[in-house]
């Protein structure tokens, strides 16, 4: 004769496997809560503030446009540098015998450098570029060296992207096309990164928003400026630096610039990422 | 083979199926299974692929229910219990009716751990020198003791398949299920291994009641008592065509259907 | 049959042999396309190596002048001239390490809630979609919410921890400020959730169903299995997870530097203003005039680049270490 089936099972085994459900969904809310938060507070402290002057004036003058235009300038170096790099070390990484001990002793090293703080970004590009223009070319805080921080930000992150989605490209287009006689080079351009654009796009686009974003390397390559940016060799203004150096302004109406400069850049990110994490988790 | 000597209704019932129908999400896999596995015997559950045999198997012991949207119609009795009673508690239920998968699946942990577990989680409070007992039978049961008596704290997963599959019985009768049901429990091993799980489910028999799935007829002819052979036609829904004695199932079939299976005959 | 005539290969001449062996324009493309990806991939390893040696080089006069004793030593005195890490230290680590308490549990929780079926598919990735994007959100933006959000409300709770167990308990011994290393640890454990939770998140995804099947139909609830099955199979991913999420938390500057309170203390209360490494390089390292301070700050991002990476190195052999089980099983 068999147990009864009814037999409920003990309490503690009941409480302990109701509680850890219960515990579970209560810390994933309390995970959640960070975000809404985040975005209700920007959202409505900074919306206040967003005009049409805004996108006019400099700094100087309570707007925020020669941050917004010196992000954008150095986050186009940083691309400009970082992006094809960035590919052509993960088609490296991915299509030149990903098994040997050079290969795999790069993409160990540059996932080290994904991993190097921020900050230390900003110490050794002062060291390596701000300094060394100052000394040579007679400029030192610049766009270009802000730009060149966030490219080296960017570059490994690029280079690792690639290689992923360059290794999910199927084997047999490899094949196929060596097969018909291509070279490598064919190989590669006509075949490998068309079939990975998309994924590449994607990949390539959370990079750059990372890139938007990063406040640490600009401190001391970029620095900071009131007014608009002279050149590319002047000291420029951008976002993050615009936050963090105005965040606790006892002026109202800089403390308002704040808000609003932290919604505009949050939402230029936010829009990037959307869209671009949406795709990357549908690919998987 | 062991004779029967009994005429099939006296004997004892452990589970009885009536008009089982099973469902994955809205497409029916089984309709209406009326089946008697009885205490103490060996029942084949043979078919061709896709019949459902798996599917039916898992109805037993609720297990199936852990893939996603599942429904049934009809009872399964254990011993005159209703096993889809909403107060069934499943992990009593599947405390007693245990399983063997097709693939072995030992936990990755020690030998006497996998073993141990079933029983560690069980609602008795067990003493160490208790457990270790339950451990030792329990792997002697498995015919597997004298294999990994000197290894016990070693990593399951460090064995053979078919030593990992005797594990698997052994963890499974370490909680003494009055029920063992075993999906292809051998179709991932050798030859050799396969004989050794054969073996042992003939000397199981004497205080278990198994039900087997196998798409190995001689298997199923070599260890079982009784054989249920499963179908299914172009709508895909599994159907039992006939159930037997073993012996009479595979000399005197009495539906063509079966006939031409269990002679080869089969699409 | 054809004759044999047409399967006749032509001899190779001398000017057959020449046209095979002189590089053609695909071949040529094919090669410098080859040394291309070569270079651009020492880039990489190139700035990472220039980036040590810089490092050190410039921290070269402190690490003479302090020695190893700039690593235990207290005192961080610009006026003085006297410069010790240890102040530093605690501050990184320790909200690096308050940051995992809070980090771990709920990050574990969501990976679990992402991966077992508890909820229905859509939801699960909803949810893990929705704590992804908190990676998103710039670390300033972070800072920003830290100083105006969170900050007053730790506070009431802070408040009370102090008048409650002050006394008694030497972790909440001090009058607390709104700023400082317990703010500053919650607010890296937020930020490091969404890397802690995707790693964990995605090893309990490759946790062989047939492991819960197993114990299910040994009777085991749910929960039992995932704490004596999933999670022990998952172990060692997690642990690659969580120094993964560290060493992101160490190196996390603009949101620590806003609330961590900025002050060389150390102190048992997690409530006392603290300093991180990179807080202290974000505030002060524009401002250093004597060779000697430029130095000692150059120091810690030595310290800072090297403890960075051994935490990495360590996460990558983890995650390898798992990824090679996978293979063998
Ligand atoms: N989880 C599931 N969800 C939906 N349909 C399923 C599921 N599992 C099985 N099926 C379907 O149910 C039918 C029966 O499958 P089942 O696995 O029971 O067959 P089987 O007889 O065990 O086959 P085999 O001999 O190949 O193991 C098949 O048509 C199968 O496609
Ligand atoms: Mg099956």
């Known amino acids: ?284 | 083979m062991r004779e029967i000597h009994k005429p099939a209704q006296e004997l004892e019932t452990a589970i009885q199926v009536n008009n089982l129908s099973f469902f994955y999400g809205a497409s029916r896999a089984l309709e209406s299974i009326n089946m008697t596995i009885f205490k103490n015997h060996v029942t084949a559950i043979i078919g061709p692929s896709g019949c459902g045999k798996s599917t039916f198997i898992k109805a037993l012991n609720r297990i199936g229910e852990l893939e996603g949207k599942i429904k049934t119609e009809g009872q399964v009795e254990l011993y005159g219990q209703d096993i889809y009673h909403p107060q069934v508690n499943l992990n009593q239920l599947r405390r007693q009716v245990g399983m063997v998968f097709q693939k072995p699946n030992p936990f990755p942990m020690s030998i006497y751990e996998n073993v141990a577990y079933g029983v560690k989680i069980g609602e008795e409070k067990v003493q160490r020198s208790e457990l270790d007992n339950i451990v030792e039978s329990a792997l002697q049961g498995a015919a597997i003791w004298n294999e990994v008596k000197d290894k016990l704290h070693k990593s399951a997963l460090g064995l053979s398949g078919g030593q990992q599959q005797r594990i698997c019985i052994a963890r499974a009768l370490a909680v003494k299920p009055k029920v063992l049901l075993m999906d292809e429990p051998c179709s991932a091993l050798d030859p050799i291994a396969t004989i050794k799980i054969e073996d042992l489910i003939h000397s199981l028999r004497n205080d278990l009641t198994i039900a087997i799935v196998t798409h190995n007829m001689q298997q199923a002819a070599r260890v079982s008592d009784y054989t249920a052979f499963f179908s299914t036609d172009e709508s895909r829904i599994g159907r039992m065509v006939e159930f037997g004695e073993t012996k009479q199932i595979f000399s005197f079939p009495v539906d063509k259907r079966t006939n031409d299976y269990v002679s080869g005959r089969f699409g | 049959m054809s004759s044999p005539h047409n399967l006749s290969v032509p001899t190779p001449t001398e000017e057959n042999l020449a046209r095979r062996t002189r590089p053609t324009k695909t071949d040529l493309a094919d090669r410098l396309f080859r040394y291309l990806m070569y270079a651009a991939s020492g880039i990489s390893v190139a700035i990472l190596l220039l980036m040590g040696w810089i490092i050190t080089g410039q921290a070269l006069p402190a690490i003479k002048q302090f020695g190893l004793g700039f690593l235990v030593s207290r005192e961080w005195n610009v006026p003085d001239l006297q410069f010790g890490a240890l102040p530093l230290i605690y501050g990184t680590l320790g909200s690096g390490l308050i940051s995992l308490i809070f980090a771990i549990p709920i990050g574990v929780a969501v990976a679990i809630v992402t991966s077992e079926d508890l909820l229905p598919h859509w939801l699960r990735s909803s949810i893990a979609f929705t704590i992804e994007l908190l990676a998103a959100i710039p670390s300033v933006v972070f800072g920003l919410w830290g100083f105006y959000t969170l900050i007053p409300i730790l506070l009431p709770l802070q408040q009370f921890l102090y008048t409650k167990f002050g006394t008694t308990i030497p972790l909440f011994s001090t009058e607390p400020s709104g700023s400082g290393l317990l703010t500053a640890g919650m607010l890296l454990g937020i930020m490091i959730l969404p890397t802690l939770a995707a790693v964990s998140r995605e090893v309990l995804l490759v946790v062989p169903g047939y492991l819960r099947t197993g114990s299910m139909a040994l009777g085991a609830t749910r929960w039992e299995t995932i704490f004596r099955v999933v999670l022990p199979k998952a172990f060692s991913g997690i642990i690659g997870g969580v120094m993964l999420a560290l060493g992101r938390a160490l190196g996390e500057t603009m949101a620590v530097t806003m609330v961590i309170g900025n002050a060389e203390n150390i102190s048992p209360s997690v409530f006392s203003p603290a300093y991180s490494i990179p807080a202290i390089l974000a505030n002060t390292f524009a401002e250093a005039q004597e060779d000697i301070h430029v130095g000692a700050l150059t120091y810690l991002v030595l310290i800072l680049f090297l403890l960075t990476l051994t935490v990495n190195i360590g996460a990558i052999g983890l995650v390898r270490l798992v990824e090679r089980g996978e293979k063998s099983s």
């Open chain 1, 1 to 284: 004769m068999a147990t009864k089936l009814t037999t409920p099972l003990s309490p503690l085994r009941n409480v302990f496997d109701r509680g850890m459900t219960v515990l579970a969904f209560g810390l994933t809310i309390v995970g959640i809560l960070p975000l809404i938060s985040v975005l209700w507070n920007i959202i409505s402290k900074g919306l206040p503030g967003l005009t049409a002057v805004m996108f006019t004036k400099p700094i100087i003058d309570d707007g925020f446009a020669n941050a917004v235009v010196g992000t954008l300038t150095m986050i186009t170096i940083a691309s400009l540098l970082s992006i094809p790099i960035g590919i052509a070390t993960g088609i490296y990484l991915a299509e030149y015998q990903p098994t040997t001990r050079i290969n795999r002793t790069i993409k160990f090293l540059t996932t080290i450098l994904t991993g190097v703080p921020s900050i230390v970004v900003g110490i050794f590009t002062y060291n390596a570029v701000v300094l060394v223009s100052k000394r040579l070319f007679d400029f030192s805080y610049s766009a270009v060296a802000g730009g060149i921080a966030l490219a080296i930000l960017m570059l490994p992150i690029i280079a690792l992207t690639t290689e992923e989605v360059l290794k999910l490209v199927p084997n047999n287009f490899r094949l196929a096309s060596s097969g018909l006689g291509g070279s490598k080079f064919q190989t590669i351009t006509r075949i490998i990164l068309p079939a990975a654009v998309p994924a590449l796009t994607t990949g390539v686009l959370l990079a750059v928003a990372r890139g938007i974003g990063e406040t640490a390397p600009l401190l001391f390559t970029a620095l900071f400026a009131q007014d608009w940016a002279d050149n590319l060799t002047s000291p420029t203004a951008s976002l993050p630096i615009l936050i963090f150096n105005l965040y606790n302004d006892p002026d109202p109406v800089k403390n308002q610039l704040v808000w609003t400069a932290s919604l505009f850049l949050l939402g230029v990110v936010l829009v990037i990422n959307l869209p671009a994490r949406f795709l990357a988790n549908r690919n998987r």
